[in-house]
Antibody, heavy 121, light 110 residues
Framework: QVQLVESGGGLVKPGGSLRLSCAAS????????MTWIRQAPGKGLEWISY????????YYSDSLKGRFTMSRDNSNNSLYLQIKNLRVDDTAVYYC??????????????WGQGTLVTVSS | QSVLTQPPSVSAAAGQKVTISCSGS????????VSWYQQVPGTAPKLLIY???KRPSGIPDRFSGSRSGTSATLGISGLHTGDEADYYC???????????FGGGTKVTVL
């Protein structure tokens, strides 16, 4: 069965950096577009970015562009999100989610359990 | 402020039907499929509806979706307490070149 497992979250000071990982299994990872989505405590879902199956195309939310870098390693079935210059309002649960096969469907049929990032001094 | 607008909450008695609206614009709902997600607090969202009105395997036909113009609607019939959750609509916005979500709607079964 499809499984997505995020890791790398934790407590970070403002201005710090973090790299989140998402380990995929149960499907041919290299065939699928993937997406990162976050949810601040008590708030709604916020789309962050998506990456094509090959990794050659990446789109970011305008409000997050510049500090967030998405990448993937198809040989290791892994997805990454590098976040730099962390701010208090980046505190959220970060989810990776499976997007479309071969092209972006823009809907997400499998989600990880999420990893919590807390930014605080 | 979400790009897609949903009511904060809806409620109905057990066994009844609720509808949740999702309002957008020409650049998002007006041109792209809408999906819907159910999120029980403390858990990851789950896909309920994709491509406006299709249900993934395992989602009962009590859940339905539609899209018209720049709005979409999720319907939940035969409500029961297990349906109490937050519901989100989502789509792609061609002008923003980004995915967008609604602010979420909390469903309460009276």
């Amino acid at each position: 069965q499809v499984q997505l497992v995020e890791s790398g979250g934790g407590l970070v000071k403002p201005g710090g950096s973090l790299r989140l990982s998402c380990a995929a299994s149960g499907f041919t990872f290299s065939d699928y577009y993937m997406t990162w989505i976050r949810q601040a405590p008590g708030k709604g879902l916020e789309w962050i970015s998506y990456i094509s199956d090959s990794g050659s195309t990446i789109y970011y939310s305008d409000s997050l562009k510049g500090r967030f870098t998405m990448s993937r390693d198809n040989s290791n079935n892994s997805l990454y999100l590098q976040i730099k210059n962390l701010r208090v309002d980046d505190t959220a649960v970060y989810y990776c989610a499976r997007d479309g096969r071969g092209w972006p469907y823009h809907w997400f049929d499998s989600w990880g359990q999420g990893t919590l990032v807390t930014v605080s001094s | 402020q979400s790009v897609l607008t949903q009511p904060p909450s809806v409620s109905a008695a057990a066994g009844q039907k609720v509808t949740i609206s999702c309002s957008g614009s020409r650049s998002n709902i007006g041109k792209n499929y809408v999906s819907w997600y159910q999120q029980v607090p403390g858990t990851a969202p789950k896909l309920l509806i994709y491509e406006d009105n299709k249900r993934p395997s395992g989602i009962p036909d009590r859940f339905s979706g539609s899209r018209s113009g720049t709005s979409a609607t999720l319907g939940i019939s035969g409500l029961h307490t297990g349906d109490e959750a937050d519901y989100y609509c989502a789509t792609w916005d061609g002008s923003l070149t980004a995915g967008v979500f609604g602010g979420g709607t909390k469903v309460t079964v009276l």
